[in-house]
């Protein structure tokens, strides 16, 4: 509908100017331009309100339609007032006008849509500019041509994470933030939908990565601490099961427990001076106490409000049984617990119960609490009569709070406004052990549904084994990137295994004479010892010295030898890649064969020394999908079953060696021997079909070899690829060898594990 | 004559029996049998010999044995002189001679073929052969062999053979319970029973983590330490930080848990 300015009348003439300089034709904004006025002229300056207009202007003709304009108009003043008085409207204009420019116009609206919340979260302008510099970074970083198309794209998730971002500002710090923003652009900038969901806060890892990136003390962080406490402390063992608090905002879930465990929150804020470690020590005890001293009670023919009040008093009871254990949790309890004004509820108007019931539970608990309600202190006194003869019980203090509900009750108590502030005493659980029901009633739920398993379901095969990848870029692990599943090999023929043994028969001659010279003979001196097989000069000298001067001489002049056995646990990781089936240059036989030749002459050498050993094979098919294939494990013998899944050998799919090499080296760490060898036999570099930059599994196994060598695990590289000089000494260091004749494999396998071990 | 004076308690030392072990061990004293006390560490073991060989008013002879102890250590050994070799007596063989209580301090640590000399003095033969001076030693009536040894090292070195186990009657000590720690503290340090039952609290506070990091829990030695550092005007926090939690741990976690534990009991 078209409309002048001369057509829209304003009595003041003030409000006409300013609608003058806005210049527009919306008839949406004229609708509520007064109201908004009146909003903006309270907040902002004279000065502002003509920058604030002018700007405005600008936006309600960028031709995006009214939203902006509106939703600018309506903002605008809330994030003045958050900010202060240098609003910082041209850094926003600024970022408003690069949207524009760019593709991602639609994100305006969005940004425009959640920036007063953003500033009530982030209070200055400063801060504001690093919040624009991490929403500009990610614009840039995420505009722009997928698969090679030429044409520019918006940024897929822009929009999306405006939305949420003032969900994300309540968890994290900008600095969170930051960190949080990068991850998914670094992993999902190719990915318009997986960026999508990583952006909205849906995929897993965008919560994984937003939980680690919290702020407050994390539970998996003091898991082990808080055991500790319920150990040590309170001689209580219980399974910890943390629930999330960051995404359920309307229903804050509150500890509980039964008979599956404590839950408690996974993180906890430091409230003033206690810190987020104490706060759940709070409510550890707490919810310890009502482990020890509190009974069920029937619940049925109380009331809701009576059982509040049993609750609150229930509550106050233990805590006063945890004080007398230990004092010093009073301090804690006290800090934590809300002191609410006596003069804070109206009782007039609004339900006071839970104000009155608060009240109390701190005067049970605080001596100084200050209150001067009869009734309440009245309580109090009798309270702490009945603690004075021992622990009391469940039944007697729920009967104390019957009876000051019925003397304290007012017509007002089933008012539906209630009064909440400072009445929730946060580390209290829920008391859901307190109640029992002889009728089945709707009113206790757990927030986490049941995990059992069916009967007649189980599990199929092994679970996954998540293991991080290192991102080199970051140099941060991705938590749980990869899953490895294990399994057997699949069994084949074992007298092809014995078949090519038979071929390389001349070989095995050979190695066998090293072999014997590398039997166990190693010889350890035992000093000190008054009879032996030889004369340890070095002490028998100084015991004539100490004869000579006439000092008592130690007589263990001897020495002596004891032979100590070789010690090796050997793993051989096989590379069971694609690449294994192309032939051997200059050969009639593939790779893959020269392997399992070079293989079982390797493992019938090592049998041939008594060395524990092991073989496995690994390949993917994306992070997703990490195949580990048992072939021989350390307590089997080099008989059938090991040759029967070697004979079966096949290539597929592609490398990805880190995570393997982790799964292989935890099977390792686990052996005792005083050496452990991790060969690993491979045609190629590390790589995988989902990761594009060919430098992150190089780097993340070589990351890998570095763990491996702190757990004390050797690794060595045997590559097949003539191309390895590349990259496999930044992976391996020097512990490599290519072998370029492929066609040698066979002798060159074995006779480089002697040498290894020698 | 080795002087048998030198080897005798004059003040009585101060124990407080957990149970029947006083008449036990004189029972087994009357017999001559060869008695083992176990225990974790720092829990009274030594201190009982002590007091015992104190009531019954026997010479003690006490030996710490370590790994490089040999039997020569023990039986005793020949001596280069300026105009020949002279034989020394070891402590076993001094104690078999006088008569003494001999009590070795921790015989786990030393090596298995060293324990092995005390076999012939510990079944009826009661007799000590020193086949290097060619002489056997008949036990005096009096003498009586006492062992100590920690179960809770938990190793495979680190362990009696059982032809060894098998000569002792055993006693099984462990950490008193509260009340009677906290007499014990207040008693051995004359600190007051309320700071010596918090001290007991937080005692008991590491012997639950016993197992989830902790080897052993705080000793009723380190309580004692604790408790003289405070009688000596420590604050109560700081010494229990230094003789308690100090000592026994490098766990950052445990550390953390038992100053809390500190904390919440001293508030």
């Known amino acids: ?758 | 004559m080795t002087d048998k004076e030198q080897y005798k308690i004059h003040t009585e030392p101060y124990y407080q029996a957990q149970g029947k072990e006083v008449q036990l061990y004189e029972a087994a004293y009357r017999n001559r049998l060869p008695v083992m006390v176990k225990g974790p560490t720092g829990c009274g073991k030594s201190r009982f010999v002590e007091y015992m060989a104190w009531k019954l008013n026997k010479p003690l002879i006490t030996v710490a044995c370590n790994e490089d102890m040999t039997a020569s250590d023990l039986v005793g050994r020949y001596l280069l002189e300026a105009n020949g070799t002279r034989w020394l007596d070891g402590p076993l063989t001094v104690a078999a001679r006088i008569g003494a209580i001999c009590y070795l301090d921790e015989i786990v640590e030393a090596r298995q073929d060293t324990t092995v000399v005390i076999h012939p003095l510990t079944d009826h033969r009661r007799t000590l052969p020193l086949d290097k001076k060619g002489e056997l030693i008949h036990a005096h009536p009096d003498f009586q062999l006492v062992i100590s040894y920690n179960p809770g090292y938990q190793s495979l070195m680190k362990d009696l053979k059982q032809s060894t186990k098998q000569r002792f009657t055993a006693f099984d000590f462990d950490y008193p319970d509260a009340t009677l720690e906290t007499t014990i503290l207040a008693k051995e340090t004359g600190l007051d029973e309320a700071t010596a039952g918090k001290l007991v609290k937080i005692g008991q506070t590491a012997r639950n983590l016993k197992g989830h990091g902790l080897d052993e829990g705080i000793s009723t030695r380190l309580l004692v330490y604790a408790a003289t550092l405070i009688k000596d005007g420590v604050e109560p926090m700081d010494a229990c930080r230094m003789a308690l939690v100090r000592p026994i741990t490098d766990d950052a976690d445990i550390r953390e848990t038992l100053d809390h534990a500190i904390d919440a009991t001293f508030a």
């Open chain 1, 1 to 758: 509908m078209p409309m002048t300015n001369a057509e829209t009348a304003y009595q003041h003439p003030l409000m006409q100017a300013y609608w003058a300089q806005l210049d527009t034709r919306f008839k949406q904004v004229e609708d509520v331009f007064e109201d908004v006025m009146a909003e903006a002229l309270a907040i902002l300056t004279r000065e502002d309100i003509h920058h604030y207009l002018d700007a405005a202007r600008v936006i309600g003709k960028l031709g995006r339609g009214v939203e902006p304009l509106l939703v600018f108009l309506e903002e605008w003043p809330s994030v003045a007032k958050a900010i202060g008085d240098e609003a910082a409207l041209p850094e926003v204009m600024a970022f408003v006008m690069k949207m524009q420019k760019s593709p991602n116009g639609k994100a305006i609206t969005p940004f425009l849509q959640t920036l007063a919340p953003v500033a009530r979260r982030l209070h200055s302008r400063e801060l504001m500019g690093h919040y624009l510099e991490i929403a500009l970074d990610m614009m840039e970083r995420t505009t722009g041509s997928i698969h090679g198309h030429h044409t520019t794209f918006p940024s897929p998730g822009l929009p999306d994470f405006f939305t949420q971002a003032p969900f994300l500002l309540s968890q994290l710090s900008l600095a969170g933030l930051k960190n949080w923003v990068e991850y998914g652009i670094r992993n999902y900038r190719t990915h318009p939908e997986r960026q999508k969901d990583y952006f909205t806060v849906q995929s897993a890892d965008s919560r994984a990565v937003l939980q680690r990136e919290r702020h407050g003390t994390l539970f998996m962080d003091v898991e082990r601490k808080l055991d500790l406490y319920l150990r040590g402390l309170w001689r209580e063992s219980e399974q910890l099961v943390p629930y999330s608090t960051a995404f359920d905002e309307l229903r804050k879930p509150v500890p509980y427990f039964d008979k599956l465990g404590m839950r408690i929150p996974d993180v906890y804020d430091d409230a003033g001076q206690i810190s987020g470690l104490d706060r759940y020590r709070a409510t550890l005890a707490h919810m310890v106490g009502h482990r020890r001293w509190t009974e069920a009670q029937i619940a049925d023919n109380w009331s809701p409000f009576q059982r509040m009040a049993v609750e609150f008093f229930e509550d106050c009871r233990v805590e006063t049984l945890l004080c007398r254990e230990y004092p010093g949790l009073r301090r804690i309890f006290l800090a934590l617990h809300p002191k609410p004004a006596a003069d804070a509820c109206d009782p007039e108007t609004t339900s006071c119960l839970r104000h009155r019931m608060a009240m109390l539970s701190r005067a049970l608990l605080d001596p100084d609490h200050g209150y001067r309600d009869a009734d309440l202190l009245d309580f109090v006194a009798r309270f702490h009569a009945l603690m004075a003869e021992g622990t009391s019980s469940t039944k007697d203090i729920a009967a104390l709070a019957l009876s000051y509900v019925a003397k304290t009750r007012r017509q007002s108590d089933q008012l539906a406004k209630i009064h909440f502030a400072d009445t929730v005493v946060d580390y209290r659980d829920d008391n859901r052990q307190m109640w029992k029901f002889i009728e089945e009633g709707d009113e206790e739920e757990a927030f986490d549904a049941k995990r059992k398993l069916e009967p007649g379901e189980e599990l199929k095969g092994l679970p996954p084994r998540h293991y991080p990848e290192w991102d080199y870029k970051s140099l941060t692990y991705r938590p749980d990137w990869v899953s490895v599943y294990e399994a057997l090999h699949p069994k084949g023929n074992p007298a092809d295994i014995d078949r090519l043994l038979e071929k390389h028969g001349a070989l095995a001659k050979r190695l066998k004479r090293i072999l014997d010279l590398l039997k166990p003979q190693d010889k350890i001196r035992i000093r000190y010892q008054e009879e032996g097989s030889e004369l340890d000069l070095d002490v028998a000298i100084r015991s004539l010295i100490d004869f000579k001067g006439g000092a008592n001489p130690d007589p263990r002049i001897n020495m002596s030898h004891r032979t100590d056995g070789r010690n090796i646990a050997v793993m051989l990781l096989l590379d069971l890649s694609e690449s294994l089936n192309e032939k051997a240059s200059g050969s009639e036989q593939t790779i893959l064969e020269l392997s399992q030749e070079a293989v079982s002459l390797l493992a019938w050498a090592v049998e041939q020394l008594g060395d524990p050993f092991a073989i496995a094979g690994f390949h993917s098919n994306t992070r997703h999908d990490v195949r580990y294939l048992h072939i021989k494990g350390y307590g089997e013998r080099w008989g059938d079953e090991p040759k029967g899944r070697l004979a079966a050998m096949q290539a597929g799919w592609s490398t990805r060696m880190g995570a393997a090499m982790r799964h292989a080296g935890h099977y390792l760490e686990a052996r005792k021997a005083d050496k452990k060898l991790m060969l690993i036999l491979t045609d190629g570099q590390p790589s995988d079909v989902d990761t594009h930059d060919e430098q992150l599994l190089i780097e993340d196994t070589r990351q890998a070899v570095k763990e491996l060598d702190r757990d004390g695990i050797f690794t060595y590289c045997i590559s097949l690829d003539p191309k390895a000089d590349e990259y496999v000494s930044g992976i391996f260091g020097r512990q490599y060898t290519v072998i370029d004749n492929i066609q040698r494999l066979p002798e060159k396998l074995p006779e480089l594990f002697l040498a290894l071990t020698k």
